[in-house]
């Protein structure tokens, strides 16, 4: 089992940047496949984007590709999600995922944060 929690949202202006963190509990951070979703108000969870537990491989969703950029320290229990030229469609609750399985761009992670808001102001 692991627990999720995740950091560093805010308010942004439209074209910055943020770096969400994910830190995980317990020493087998390195068996996940990690994820980000994010929620925006009445709409439902979508992928953003993906790792792999080695961190070698990667997906994203469209919207973000070559704005955004997953990476992932099996050292520091940790994933992040770094964001730039961020737009105000971009506003959402960003959640991390943990799955033993790769389950890529799905929901069905066993796993979830809290979440963390992302506001991009224009």
């Known amino acids: 089992q692991v627990q999720l929690v995740e950091s560093g949202g805010g308010l942004v202006q439209a074209g910055g940047s943020l770096r969400l963190s994910c830190a995980a509990s317990?020493?087998?951070?390195?068996?996940?496949?990690m994820g980000w979703f994010r929620q925006a108000p009445g709409k439902e969870r979508d992928f953003v984007a993906a790792i792999s537990r080695s961190g070698i491989s990667t997906e994203y969703e469209d919207s973000v590709k070559g704005r955004f950029t997953i990476s992932r320290d099996n050292a520091k229990n940790t994933v992040y999600l770094q964001m730039n030229s961020l737009k105000p469609e971009d506003t959402a609750v960003y959640y991390c995922a943990a799955d033993t399985r790769w389950v890529g761009a799905t929901p069905d992670y066993d796993y979830w944060g809290q979440g963390t808001q992302v506001t991009v102001s224009s």
């Open positions: 317990g020493r087998t951070f390195s068996r996940y496949h």
